[in-house]
């Protein structure tokens, strides 16, 4: 309850300051729109330029170990094989 009260009061003060102050609200507005653009404009081009960067990574890392897993996967498969075949001889 008090904090809902200490919300509206807080409403209220804030809407009769911006009536007394329009003026200059107008001014901090028009002054800090463009700073918060600008700011928030390069965070955008950095995050995505970082994000081109890590795709940009993981392209050549992918190219390079697809080769070599599927060597390694393949000689797996293999001496799994192997040993499957001699379980089943063991068995008999």
């Known amino acids: 309850m008090k904090t809902l009260i200490g919300g509206a009061i807080g409403a209220v003060l804030g809407l ?3 009536s007394i102050w329009w ?3 107008l001014q ?3 002054g800090a729109v463009p700073v918060m653009l600008l700011l928030g404009g390069g965070l955008a081009l950095y995050l995505g330029f970082d994000e081109l960067k890590d795709t ?4 050549d890392t992918t190219d390079k170990n697809t080769s070599e897993d599927v060597e390694k996967y393949k000689k797996e498969v293999d001496e799994l094989k192997s040993e499957v075949e ?4 063991d068995k008999t």
Do not use: V
Request: proline share 6%.
């Open 16 to 18: 009769i300051g911006i």
């Open 56 to 59: 940009w990574k993981k392209d």
């Open 23 to 25: 003026k200059p609200f």
């Open 28 to 30: 901090l507005l028009a």
């Open 86 to 89: 001699k379980l089943k001889s």
